[in-house]
Nanobody
Framework: QVQLAESGGGSVMAGGSMRLSCVVS????????VGWFRQFPDKEREGVAF????????YYSDSVKGRFTISRDNAKNTLFLEMNTLKPEDTAMYYC?????????????????WGQGTQVTVSS
């Protein structure tokens, strides 16, 4: 059984930085994917950044490309999302998620494991 636990959310001023962490407990195949979704009020979850479990491939949405960096520390079984130059429109609930299949997907319904979410609020 895989469990995900996020931390690191909070409030920051626009232009600031924040790092989210997600401890991944359990087995994810090396060709599976772990990453971050975010959800705005009354909206569907959207994919933000993902990394293949073996660390050789990443994906970023256009809205965060160049500002956010995804990484993982395999020794600590921890996934990170470094967020820089934050904007008010980045305000959302951020979720860590994992998929154990080999093919990448941006559909939330195709991710098998989820964390509880952590709120990120960016003030102007």
């Amino acid at each position: 059984q895989v469990q995900l636990a996020e931390s690191g959310g909070g409030s920051v001023m626009a232009g600031g930085s924040m790092r989210l962490s997600c401890v991944v407990s359990g087995y994810i195949p090396s060709d599976g994917y772990v990453g971050w979704f975010r959800q705005f009020p009354d909206k569907e979850r959207e994919g933000v950044a993902f990394i293949r479990a073996r660390g050789d491939w990443t994906y970023y949405s256009d809205s965060v490309k160049g500002r956010f960096t995804i990484s993982r520390d395999n020794a600590k079984n921890t996934l990170f999302l470094e967020m820089n130059t934050l904007k008010p429109e980045d305000t959302a609930m951020y979720y860590c998620a994992a998929r154990h299949d080999w093919d990448f997907s941006l559909y939330p319904s195709e991710y098998h494991y989820w964390g509880q979410g952590t709120q990120v609020t960016v003030s102007s």
